[in-house]
């Protein structure tokens, strides 16, 4: 008997991902082995940032399901004056405080461990850039964009991640800036305003 076959087949270990740009560049980001858990690639991320770079300073950034929150960290790292990292798993979002409370400059990051859809019906206050990444099997977009009204500064920004194959339309508040595409994935950035 060959033993070899008889063993279980190991867990998949957790993977990193990087921090591109900005003052953290190169922090590890840890990638845990979850359901739907699917951090935006690195190619994706840098065309991401250079699109946004000229409104990231001082800009207040929300991540709404933020996973990894390499796109919240992304954006406090290259200069947004802070971010809401909301993240309903318990674990992933106490690793993201524990990440945040290590580096310089973390406090600008909160970590919120709650459903999205449910904090937005408590949050207060209005952001200048949301990132909405949410995992594809749940089909959160609708909704979530939805629940985002009344938390949108008047000419923000808004990311859209979703498989390649789903074209999404946030609505007549947003006009479409720039979009791309992966192998696997659809990403788009939108502008609040009139077309």
Not at 103 to 132: K, N, S, Y
Request: with cysteine; aromatic share 6%; charged share 25%.
């Amino acid at each position: 008997m060959n033993r070899d076959r008889a063993k279980p087949s190991p867990v998949r270990p957790p993977g990193v991902v990087r921090i591109i740009g900005g003052e953290w560049r190169g922090t590890r980001l840890p990638v845990a082995d979850r359901d739907g858990l699917r951090p935006t690639a690195d190619r994706v991320r840098e065309t991401l940032f250079n699109w946004l770079q000229p409104m990231l300073p001082g800009a207040r950034v929300l991540d709404l399901f933020a996973g990894t929150g390499a796109l919240g960290l992304e954006a406090v790292s290259r200069g947004a004056r802070e971010a809401v990292l909301v993240e309903r798993d318990p674990r992933l979002a106490e690793d993201l405080r524990l990440l945040a409370a290590k580096l310089p400059g973390g406090d600008r990051v909160q970590v919120v461990c709650a459903d999205a859809l449910a904090w937005l019906g408590t949050a207060h206050g209005e952001f200048d850039l949301i990132f909405m990444d949410p995992p594809f099997a749940g089909d959160l977009w609708r909704p979530a964009l939805v629940a985002l009204e009344g938390h949108v500064a008047a000419d923000a920004w808004l990311y859209l991640e979703s498989p390649r194959v789903v074209v999404l339309d946030p609505g007549p508040a947003w006009r479409a800036h720039r979009e791309g595409s992966t192998r696997d994935v659809r990403y788009t950035l939108h502008r609040r305003g009139p077309g």
